[in-house]
């Protein structure tokens, strides 16, 4: 068995020594593997696509979600299986496939678990696995990529605070499998799984095999509303706040946003000119090395 680790050296909060524990951890072992690190944007991608071409079968990465999204794009449709240690702010993809967020953990998991397929998204011709989303969390993943220098939840929930108090929903024509919507909504998320990011648990009825995308639609409240349904997000409960939350689910996702705007995946930010979106569901495109309870109720 192979692994090439493609660590992100900024990733969420300061993380030191990974090449290090990762060189002690295969150290004795009859494992090839190597180590590189990320240099900027996208170059997790450049990374992976080498290491798949060169005959890794393991491609992990280490860092937040915008870095496994990177890492795992060339892996679609390979035989090469992508492995995780989360070393990010929110990791959003490591928590839907319960994969531990202690990283010795996750590292001892990448020599006993087994691939698995699961389903990815695309995003006007971009891939997404865990989470996109157009609206309020757009703008808030723009501000945190563009304005923070700090990594970490505590920076991000900040962004999220003064974008929340100012921000005015603008009506979205939606269209899920061909059903007409109209949405005036805080946050618009096409979800893949059942988290977002940071434990907050978006779309608690999704499952990240089962060939389709979650549109989910938190409406605008008072801010003590909001506030009220916290615990209900985190305890994967928020499908029950009926007076602000909606769900839908299919294969094709389109969005007509009336102009230019923003929308994310898997917390990376993009901008779209005419405001059309198209959300496709991949069905089974993606080996990840997870626990067998990685596929929730199955």
Request: hydrophobic share 45%; with cysteine.
């Amino acid at each position: 068995m192979s692994y090439f680790f493609i660590i992100n050296p900024g990733a969420g909060p300061r993380r030191s020594g990974i090449g290090g524990r990762i060189e002690r951890f295969f150290a004795g072992r009859k494992l090839r593997f190597e180590i590189e690190y990320t240099r900027a944007r996208e170059h997790a991608s450049e990374l992976s696509a080498r290491a798949a071409l060169a005959g890794f079968a393991r491609i992990v990465a280490a860092g937040g979600d915008g870095t496994i999204r990177e890492t795992a794009i060339p892996l679609i449709g390979k035989e090469a299986a992508l492995g995780i240690l989360p070393c990010g702010s929110g990791n959003g993809l490591a928590r839907n496939l319960y994969i531990p967020l202690d990283f010795d953990k996750a590292l001892e998991g990448l020599v006993k678990w087994e691939p698995r397929a699961v389903d990815a998204g695309l995003a006007n011709g971009r891939p997404f696995f865990c989470a996109a989303g157009v609206g309020l969390d757009a703008e808030v993943a723009r501000d945190f990529n563009s304005l923070s220098a700090r990594r970490g939840i505590l920076p991000y929930v900040w962004h999220a605070a003064k974008r929340i108090l100012a921000y005015k929903p603008v009506k979205v024509a939606v269209s899920v499998d061909g059903r007409r919507l109209e949405l005036l909504s805080l946050v618009n998320g096409v979800l893949n799984g059942v988290q977002y990011g940071g434990g907050a648990r978006m779309a608690p009825g999704a499952y990240m095999d089962d060939g389709l995308l979650d549109l989910v639609s938190i409406r605008k409240a008072s801010l003590p509303r909001l506030l009220a349904a916290v615990p209900a997000l985190f305890g994967g409960t928020i499908h029950r706040r009926a007076d602000i939350y909606s769900a839908f689910q299919g294969r094709i996702i389109e969005f007509d946003c009336g102009g230019g705007a923003w929308y994310h995946l898997d917390g990376e930010d993009f901008y779209s000119h005419d405001g059309k979106l198209r959300f496709t569901a991949l069905p089974s495109v993606l080996r990840v090395i997870a626990p067998k309870q990685s596929l929730p109720g199955r």
